[in-house]
């Protein structure tokens, strides 16, 4: 996708956001200075959250850097790479999809919550061009950042296809991996076809039809 530099440090495999808590940066007579990095690192992730809506993902970080007003070396002691970033730009939709599956893990019909909860991910996966493909690649590579926001979506979605399943809605052959896989391609074809906006749901009722016992 873009430049990167070294490989994923563990803090930042399991959220961006909480890896800053310990991060300092040296004031003056050596002194950390944890509100200066507070900010520094506040105003880097709403930056790219600006610049990758309006790019895509694949955006410079230099220039993300620059909006921010620090140098680009400041940019990698927070995000070590650019998929340290992402994983920090997607944790609140993390967050927001994780919640929506325990409410929906509750719905009277299992088959439409799972499906919904599809629709979601689909929905989120497409906020930025090219986080989807970034999610597709991460959920086989456990070096990414990305990787442990892939997890925990992979955990979530397989809890709901097991009740849909038990419940006699959809096959027994139903693979959570294949399921994520198939909104990752759903969102990367929604990339391409922006001119289609119903194109995401046509192609997920395709992929549920397949799924119906």
Excluded at 54 to 59: I, L, P, S, V
Excluded at 79 to 100: E, K, T
Excluded at 166 to 176: K, L, P, Y
């Amino acid at each position: 996708m873009g430049t990167t530099t070294a490989p994923d440090t563990a803090a930042a495999a399991t959220g961006a956001g909480r890896a800053t808590e310990g991060v300092r940066e040296p004031g003056p007579a050596g002194r950390p200075k944890r509100a200066d990095a507070r900010r520094n690192y506040e105003r880097l992730l709403a930056e790219a959250r600006a610049v990758f809506a309006e790019h895509g993902t694949d955006a410079s970080l230099e220039e993300i850097a620059r909006r921010s007003g620090v140098g680009i070396g400041t940019l990698y002691r927070h995000f070590p790479n650019r998929h340290a970033m992402m994983s920090a730009v997607f944790q609140d939709a993390v967050g927001v999809l994780l919640d929506r599956s325990r409410t929906l893990a509750d719905a009277p019909d299992a088959r439409e919550a799972l499906a919904e909860w599809l629709r979601t991910l689909i929905t989120h996966s497409g906020e930025y061009r090219g986080l989807a493909g970034a999610l597709m690649s991460a959920s086989h590579d456990t070096d990414s950042a990305l990787s442990a926001s892939c997890s925990l979506l992979t955990d979530a979605g397989a809890r709901l296809l097991e009740r849909a399943v038990a419940a006699g809605q959809v096959r027994e052959d139903a693979s959570i991996a294949d399921l994520m896989q198939l909104t990752n391609a759903i969102s990367l074809a929604a990339d391409q076809s922006p001119a289609d906006p119903a194109l995401p749901d046509r192609l997920l009722t395709l992929t549920l039809r397949g799924l119906t016992r």
